[in-house]
C-alpha cells in the first residue's frame, strides 16, 4: 500500500516536470519563430532590410518582447508554486530571467535607436 502511494506521487512529480518541459519547448519555438520572422520578415517595416530589422525596435519586436516577457512570468509563478520541487534556485533563475527580459522593452533600456 506504501509504495502504491510512492508511485502516485512520483508519478504525479514527472508529470509536472514533463509538462513544464513540453510548455518551455512550446514557448520557446514560438518565440523563436516570431523573433526570426520580425529580423527577415517585419510587416510593420516592409522596406526595411536585415540589418535594420535586428537594430531597430518596432511593434512586432514589441510584441516579441511581451511573448518572452509572458513566459517568464509564467515560469516565476510555476517555479515559485513548485518550489518544493524545483528547489529555489529555479525560482531565483526564474525572476532573474523575467527581469533581465523586462529591461529589454525599448522604453525602459533604450533611449535611441543604435541604427
Known sequence: M???????QAAGKTKIQWDTRLVSFAQAAFISYQALSA??????QPDATV???LWTYSTHVGKVQSYAVAYFLGDLCVSTRCASLYGPG???????AF????LGFASVAQETPYY
Open 90 to 96: 529555479t525560482a531565483v533563475h526564474a525572476f532573474c
Open 2 to 8: 506504501g509504495s502504491t502511494k510512492h508511485l502516485q
Open 99 to 102: 527581469f533581465v527580459t523586462m
Open 39 to 44: 529580423i527577415f520578415t517585419d510587416p510593420t
Open 51 to 53: 540589418h535594420e530589422n
